[in-house]
């Protein structure tokens, strides 16, 4: 071991552990260190790390999302380019989605020397420190379940991982959840959510009934969408509830920060659009709830919000149910049902086979004002159904 990467190790250790004085005098050390070969460690020591993520399960999508989460704003974008950077080092096939999500993130590598004083704004102790952190969180991520196939590994058939993206149905649907998201009459958001759910609903059914005959047929996939703070449990209710609306299973891990959506391509598609969306009205109607509580209820409280988004939630998933329902009862085919069953068996076989040590979390009415506001908001359009009290949240440990 060189006299960097021991001054390196140093560091990450003592960033691991709760003596903040310890932690500073080891980065004092890495700082006056040799600087070209701190830089190369601290590369290769993040590219190492980055490389092992991989096989356990981790997307670079996951990646930037817990450096979002966890790291300072730099620190991120400096991991983000990282994984650029480890992309050079992958000699076997690397997936098309893959090279798309670095893409997404805007992760890019221009060269090894001075990577790091070109992040440093001028500032390289809180660069060493950013770069320090980044090991430390990368080198301690958990395995996770395996979704795709990872860079290396044999290809699978597309259909089963990746949900359609581009389509004039799914074109529809963006513009109806658009005109949702604006409009500042709930009536009219309901009604177009809806609307957008039929559609959706409509094409699952014809994508299960001509898999059903394929020679290839789907299998269930899986995407991870994030629940972070605030409410993090309330935003993994809404997540479970329009999985359920679309024939899919959701599984939370809250100490992660995001829900594991397993189902079938068309069905993760329309949870991807119809969560963005409904998050994004749900947010706007709690909002407008405050306004509305009565004189004297007190200043807004924890309990109320988490109230409010709970009930909409449920609310809202017992709507979107209804429209899927209601798309599957009009399509008059006798081979729908059995086509479905199927589907939803080979879900719940998908879930128990990469979660097989879920538990149950049950929602609390903390703020009756709340709940009471927040299904209302979920109900303006008049649909006379009730939403039970309690409903269990399947979560991950």
Not at 191 to 220: C, F, N, V, Y
Request: hydrophobic share 45%.
């Amino acid at each position: 071991m060189s006299d960097a990467e021991r001054l390196l190790a140093d560091a990450v250790a003592a960033a691991r552990g709760t003596d903040v004085r310890v932690a500073e005098r080891a980065l004092d050390r890495l700082v006056v260190g040799d600087g070209a070969a701190v830089d190369a460690a601290l590369l290769a020591r993040l590219v190492r790390a980055v490389g092992r993520l991989w096989p356990r399960g981790w997307q670079p999508v996951d990646v930037a999302r817990m450096a979002t989460r966890r790291l300072a704003p730099r620190g991120a974008r400096l991991l983000r380019d990282v994984l650029a950077a480890q992309r050079r080092e992958q000699s076997g096939p690397v997936p098309q989605w893959f090279d798309d999500q670095l893409a997404e993130l805007g992760a890019g590598w221009d060269a090894d020397a001075g990577w790091l004083d070109r992040r440093a704004e001028g500032d390289r102790i809180t660069a060493l420190r950013d770069a320090v952190d980044a090991v430390a969180l990368v080198e301690g991520l958990p395995p996770i379940a395996t979704l795709r196939p990872p860079p290396g590994a044999a290809a699978a058939a597309p259909s089963a991982i990746t949900p359609a993206t581009g389509s004039r149905m799914l074109d529809r649907v963006r513009a109806l959840l658009a005109k949702a998201e604006s409009t500042t009459f709930p009536a009219e958001a309901e009604a177009l959510t809806g609307k957008a759910q039929e559609l959706m609903a409509r094409h699952s059914i014809d994508a299960a009934l001509l898999d059903a005959t394929a020679e290839r047929p789907d299998r269930p996939g899986g995407v991870r969408l994030g629940t972070d703070a605030p409410y993090a449990a309330a935003k993994a209710l809404l997540i479970q509830e329009v999985a359920a609306a679309n024939r899919c299973e959701s599984v939370w891990s809250d100490d992660l920060g995001f829900a594991t959506v397993l189902g079938f391509p068309a069905d993760l598609a329309a949870v991807e659009l119809l969560h963005t969306s409904l998050l994004v009205q749900a947010t706007a109607a709690m909002l407008r709830g405050r306004g509305e509580r009565r004189k004297g209820s007190g200043r807004r409280t924890k309990g109320y919000d988490e109230s409010f988004l709970n009930a909409f939630a449920l609310r809202i998933g017992e709507r979107l149910r209804a429209a899927t329902e209601a798309a599957a009862e009009e399509r008059a085919d006798e081979r729908l049902l059995p086509v479905l069953a199927a589907r939803s068996d080979a879900v719940r076989d998908r879930v128990d086979q990469l979660f097989p040590g879920t538990t149950r979390h049950r929602l609390q009415v903390r703020d009756a004002e709340g709940w009471t506001s927040g299904t209302s908001a979920a109900d303006r359009a008049s649909l006379d159904v009730g939403a039970p009290a309690r409903r269990a949240v399947r979560g991950g440990r």
